[in-house]
């Protein structure tokens, strides 16, 4: 028989587990409280960004900013290139998703963009030029992640209607939703988006103070429009921009320039070959009378 181990009750008075106090430290600064934040959230915009495969690592690099920038994104594997693009409407029902962001790579070197309102439109289709992203060394600026940013547009996007179509679907796919669950509740960064050249430049700014000090967060590209579409990736064309040159036109072009510069060079040999004279000058042979022998010349 195993011997019992003694009990360690004394006097059937079985021992009693001090409790712990919470001590409770007072906040350094009175805005560390925590915010009250809305449970429901009634601008429910979720934007589906993803691209299409072929694309290069500078764009893949952009796609993933965009997605650290933008709180209520999400991501979707790559599309295959041989899908049609309607497809993408049934991707976004599926990602319950109102809002799409589509990077579409051509020939390893042409980046395009296409921004839509699924499912009933409209969408654009963008020309991506001037590529820099966040990683680079000289945008110093940094921001809290799922901080909202502010949208500020140039004046000129009020003047004429395509732009003023463009603003309504920047403000709706840029803008963090108010009490989205994965927003913070305050503003430190800038989106900016500027007509230039008939082209759309885009910036991120941090709000260093509130003097208005700004520092580059990045990133920073520019969107050269090509057609707005009345339906979510195709239907009528609502807008198709004439100052627009596709990627391969002007690589033909700079191809031509190339070749009439080697067409000229090879025509001005010819023509100064053709101009040049067998003699440059006369000579008189009577200035030879004049020369004087020396005896090294003599002794040759």
């Known amino acids: 028989?195993?011997?019992?181990?003694?009990?360690?009750?004394?006097?059937?008075?079985?021992?009693?587990?001090?409790?712990?106090?919470?001590?409770?430290?007072?906040?350094?600064?009175?805005?560390?409280?925590?915010?009250?934040?809305?449970?429901?959230?009634?601008?429910?915009?979720?934007?589906?960004?993803?691209?299409?495969?072929?694309?290069?690592?500078?764009?893949?690099?952009?796609?993933?900013?965009?997605?650290?920038?933008?709180?209520?994104?999400?991501?979707?594997?790559?599309m295959d290139r041989k899908d049609k693009l309607f497809i993408i409407n049934e991707i976004c029902e599926m990602k319950n998703c109102n809002k799409?962001?589509?990077?579409?790579?051509?020939?390893?070197?042409?980046?395009?963009?296409w921004a839509s309102?699924?499912?009933?439109?409209?969408?654009?289709?963008?020309?991506?030029?001037?590529?820099?992203?966040?990683?680079?060394?000289?945008?110093?600026?940094?921001?809290?992640?799922?901080?909202?940013?502010?949208?500020?547009?140039?004046?000129?996007?009020?003047?004429?209607?395509?732009?003023?179509?463009?603003?309504?679907?920047?403000?709706?796919?840029f803008g963090t939703p108010n009490h989205h669950p994965k927003s913070q509740p305050f503003f430190?960064?800038?989106?900016?988006?500027?007509?230039?050249?008939?082209?759309?430049?885009?910036?991120?700014?941090?709000?260093?103070?509130?003097d208005g000090s700004l520092a580059e967060i990045g990133p920073r590209f520019v969107l050269n429009p090509i057609r707005v579409f009345a339906g979510s990736f195709g239907g009528a064309t609502l807008y198709q921009n004439p100052h627009y040159i596709s990627p391969n036109d002007f690589r033909r072009v700079l191809k031509h320039q190339k070749a009439d510069k080697y067409v000229h060079r090879v025509e001005a040999k010819v023509s100064r070959l053709q101009r040049k004279p067998e003699f440059s000058y006369q000579l008189d042979t009577t200035d030879e009378v004049f020369n004087t022998i020396t005896e090294d010349q003599l002794k040759k």
């Open 1 to 78: 028989m195993a011997k019992r181990k003694a009990s360690s009750v004394v006097g059937n008075t079985p021992k009693t587990k001090k409790s712990k106090q919470e001590i409770k430290l007072q906040p350094v600064v009175s805005s560390d409280a925590p915010v009250i934040r809305q449970k429901k959230w009634t601008n429910k915009q979720r934007v589906l960004v993803f691209s299409s495969r072929g694309i290069s690592y500078r764009t893949r690099h952009l796609m993933n900013d965009l997605r650290t920038l933008m709180p209520h994104s999400k991501a979707e594997p790559k």
């Open 100 to 113: 799409c962001l589509y990077f579409e790579g051509k020939k390893k070197q042409d980046l395009y963009l």
């Open 117 to 173: 309102n699924v499912p009933k439109g409209p969408s654009v289709k963008f020309l991506v030029e001037n590529v820099h992203t966040m990683s680079e060394l000289k945008l110093t600026g940094n921001c809290l992640k799922g901080s909202r940013p502010l949208l500020s547009f140039d004046q000129n996007f009020d003047t004429e209607p395509q732009w003023q179509l463009l603003k309504e679907l920047f403000v709706q796919i």
């Open 188 to 210: 430190d960064h800038v989106f900016t988006f500027s007509i230039q050249d008939n082209r759309i430049w885009f910036r991120n700014y941090q709000i260093l103070a509130e």
